[in-house]
């Protein structure tokens, strides 16, 4: 009862507190900042997407803290969830009365998980065009991996290009990052994606290295998030 | 009801719904489930205060020109902030569940009350 | 006659009903399966919000994380937890 009471006082509180934020301020204008990067972001970097040209680069810093959460999460998910040298406790799929995925399924999933993962490669491909991106990318590509999962969860996965694509994307994220500290003169950057010609807004080949950074870390979370959902699936042997 | 924020009050209501779940259920999973909740209402939050009535996504085309691009547009700073965000909340919902997993297989049970005595 | 902000409040009313219903049920459900299953329905509705707000970045992220790999993460877990269930239950009885 007591703790019944406290429960309803403590979501009471925080209702009390979050009130402001539902009050509506009636705001017409962005922000002085937004306004910046709504007007300056296209001319300084090329990109049509506004909110790619801060995830890559105004705020590029923020998104490598990010991918380093996101590489520190899945090494605690592995590290929890590291396989069981014996056998103990643990029984083949078949043994446990789990059925075979049908041949309908197993082959829809063989077709299917190559164009998804096209599809990923094209969302962070064009991050800087239209809407998606590295994360949305990768997010894609991580689920093209669960279809095939699903149909045949007994598949093992390729554990060492995963580690070999991660690791590689991640030192070539903060290599890019580093070349455009140096190589873009006076008010360099780092991240500062402009080291490669800037190009006509709205073409592939433009706003800098934006694509390839934004590729790369498109293969960073996709080889991250598939890490996670290797070692969440409950293990094959 | 006009000086309410609708979008704001989906996500507070979420935030407290998803709070309530992980403080009164008893199932680690639930309590798990309760979180998730409560992040994907903060994530709301955060981009109805960037939003402006009446205006449109960031992302320039043949419609929105750069030259007024401050008028037309969206603010596009939470928008880049939640992106990064609700992948971040993956990650997280995915360590609290191995969290439970593993205290799991080390023999509790389902309840987050049969815990109490352990101490490690 | 509703001008066009008007039905967009209607519209992001109706689904954050929706929402807060299917957070609900997920939090209150006896079931773990239909609270898990639920908690994905809130995220694919609130990837909707997210387009009738302006975000098709983040709507884009919500619907392929939040109703696909969460939900995902979930059900993995789920099973798990039921494999290690079986296992003490045999070891209890050898």
Do not use: C
Not at chain 1, 190 to 207: H, K, M, N, T, V
Not at chain 2, 64 to 86: E, G, H
């Amino acid at each position: 009862m007591m703790k019944k009471v406290l429960l309803l006082a403590a979501i009471a509180l925080l209702a009390f507190a979050l009130w402001p934020f539902v009050r509506d301020v009636g705001l017409a204008e962005p922000g002085e900042l937004a306004t910046a990067y709504l007007e300056r972001g296209p001319a300084e970097l090329g990109t049509a997407n506004v909110v790619t040209s801060i995830v890559v680069s105004y705020r590029g810093f923020d998104t490598l803290g990010e991918v380093t959460v996101l590489f520190t999460a899945t090494a605690g998910v592995g590290g929890l969830l590291a396989r069981r040298k014996s056998g103990h406790g643990r029984k083949k799929a078949a043994e446990r009365g789990a059925t075979d995925a049908s041949e309908i399924l197993k082959t829809a999933s063989r077709l299917l998980s190559p164009l998804l993962v096209l599809f990923g490669v094209y969302i962070f491909l064009h991050g800087h065009l239209t809407p998606g991106g590295g994360f949305q990318g990768g997010v894609i590509i991580a689920t093209a991996v669960l279809i095939g999962l699903l149909a045949d969860p007994e598949a093992g996965l390729a554990h060492g290009v995963m580690h070999l694509v991660e690791g590689l994307s991640g030192f070539a994220y903060v290599a890019l990052g580093a070349v455009g500290l140096w190589f873009t003169g006076v008010q360099a950057g780092f991240l500062d994606p402009r080291f490669l010609p800037l190009g006509e807004l709205g073409r592939l080949a433009s706003a800098g290295a934006i694509p390839i950074i934004y590729s790369l870390v498109g293969l960073k979370v996709g080889a991250e998030l598939t890490g996670i959902l290797d070692a969440m699936k409950e293990d094959a042997e | 009801m006009s000086d309410v924020n609708i979008v704001t009050l989906i996500g507070v209501a979420l935030l407290l719904v998803g709070f309530y779940g992980a403080l009164s259920r008893p199932n680690v999973i639930k309590m798990i489930v309760g979180f998730a909740i409560a992040d994907t209402g903060v994530n709301m939050i955060i981009v109805a205060v960037g939003y402006l009535p009446g205006r449109t996504a960031p992302i320039l085309d043949s419609a929105a020109d750069a030259a007024n691009a401050a008028r037309t547009m969206v603010d596009p700073i939470p928008q880049a902030l939640v992106l990064t965000a609700i992948v971040i909340g993956l990650a997280v919902t995915a360590l609290m569940l191995s969290f439970a997993v593993r205290m799991r297989r080390s023999g509790g049970g389902m309840a987050i009350d049969s815990y109490g005595e352990q101490k490690w | 006659m509703l001008d066009g902000r008007t039905t967009l409040d209607l519209v992001i009313g109706f689904l954050g009903l929706l929402m807060i219903l299917a957070a609900l049920w997920s939090v209150l459900s006896k079931r773990l399966l239909s609270s898990v299953l639920l908690s994905g329905a809130v995220s694919l509705l609130a990837s909707l919000v997210f387009l009738a707000l302006g975000a098709p970045d983040v709507a884009m992220t919500e619907a392929a994380i939040g109703s696909a790999l969460t939900t995902m993460v979930f059900l993995y877990s789920l099973s798990r937890m039921k494999v290690e269930q079986d296992a003490h239950e045999d070891g209890g009885a050898s």
